[in-house]
């Protein structure tokens, strides 16, 4: 989990993902049509990504993605980021963490 932990720190929006999820692509366009430029992880092409999909789940990922940090803490997946997005409070998180400025 500690590699999860820095990973998700390096920036004001990181997104883990697998590059064959439809759900991932869906959320990574909902951020860059935010104008956000997230760090994306792409568990499928990296050599330690089964081992980050293990500490997600331990994390609390239920799928492990996409999993999405903001400010370095868990939004959640695809179900909470929507909720958020819907429910407006996606965009003041967004703004906190020094994501977007507009």
Known sequence: ??????????KPVVIFSKSTCDM????????YGFGVNP???ELDEMPRGREI???LSRYG?????P???VGGE???GTNEVMSHHLNRSL????????AIWV
């Open 1 to 10: 989990m500690e590699t999860v932990t820095k990973l998700a720190a390096e």
């Open 61 to 65: 990922c239920s799928p492990t993605v």
């Open 91 to 98: 965009i003041p998180m967004l703004k906190r963490a020094g």
């Open 67 to 69: 999993a999405v940090f």
């Open 39 to 41: 760090t994306i992880h």
């Open 74 to 76: 868990l939004v959640g």
């Open 24 to 31: 991932c692509h869906s959320i990574k366009t909902l951020f």
């Open 53 to 55: 999909e293990q500490a």
